[in-house]
């Protein structure tokens, strides 16, 4: 697929977002401790009805470069809050997952989106921290006293805040004493360099010792090798996700391979 052209699909992208046309893939996140299901990441795709099903790298930039972001934030907070609940109403497997969702960082100050996703769990009935708002944390540097209000909140109201990426950023430890948060996801490039790198691994249990520290649950994300399980529960790791477990699937496949009774 070539590159989106912003000028030509802004107008597309807004159709879609109205028509229901965008919306949730949903990756599982599996506990380390038992390997069990723990929850799902609900990643944004576009189905095109030219090009066919589009990832989010390639509709991110055409929301943000045309004031989409908001309207799209708000489209997969209330799709994954009506798939998180009406799984938990229709599947005993989903009574104790969460669901996870992504805000775009720069919508975080201004706490629309943030107020509109606790609204909608409290609505749906969801109990607290059953939705997580992921942020990464290198978008909300520029107003971060906003932001951290924004976020304190967002938790006040039961839903759950999820540092993404890190180890990416910038002044990534920094962060955790300033944003209030649940759970803290380690960047995947130090899960696939742990392998061949004493120092990623180093890296790994020092996040992961700080953050329980702090309180923070532990999500390693990137996870491939069949042996990274292991090594990440040794490292402290608490979940983990990646395609060793399983990539984004459509929800009707999600049901089929995760939450429906083997018979």
């Known amino acids: 697929m070539g590159t989106l052209e912003p000028v030509a699909t802004d107008y597309d992208l807004a159709a879609a977002i109205a ?4 919306g949730p893939h949903v990756q599982p996140v599996f506990r380390l401790s038992d390997g069990k299901l723990a929850g799902f990441e609900a990643l944004v795709r576009w189905r095109h009805a030219k ?4 990832q989010a790298s390639e509709l991110i930039a055409v929301a943000e470069s045309s004031g989409l972001m908001p309207a799209l934030s708000e489209r997969m907070v209330t799709a994954s809050v009506d798939l998180l609940a009406d799984w938990r109403r229709r599947f005993p497997a989903a009574q104790s997952i969460f669901m996870a969702v992504n805000v775009s960082g720069p919508e975080v100050p201004d706490g629309a989106v943030l107020r509109k996703a606790a609204a909608l769990a409290k609505a749906a009935g969801l109990p607290p921290r059953a939705l997580h708002i992921e942020i990464t944390e290198h978008y909300i540097i520029d107003d971060h006293d906003a932001a951290a209000m924004a976020l304190t909140e967002l938790r006040a109201a039961g839903v759950g805040v999820a540092l993404d990426d890190f180890g990416a950023g910038f002044a990534s430890l920094g962060w955790l004493a300033r944003f209030p948060a649940d759970l803290l996801k380690i960047d995947a490039y130090f899960i696939r360099a742990m392998e061949e790198s004493d120092a990623a691994r ?3 249990r020092a996040i992961t010792a700080l953050a329980h520290e702090l309180g923070l649950t532990v999500i390693a994300e990137g996870v491939e090798r069949p042996d990274a399980p292991a090594q990440l529960r040794d490292l402290g790791c608490d979940y983990a996700q990646g395609h060793f477990y399983g990539g984004a699937v459509e929800p009707d496949e999600a049901e089929l391979r995760y939450l429906r009774p083997a018979h």
């Open 202 to 204: 180093k890296i790994i």
């Open 19 to 22: 028509g229901g046309l965008v």
């Open 51 to 54: 090009r066919g099903l589009l």
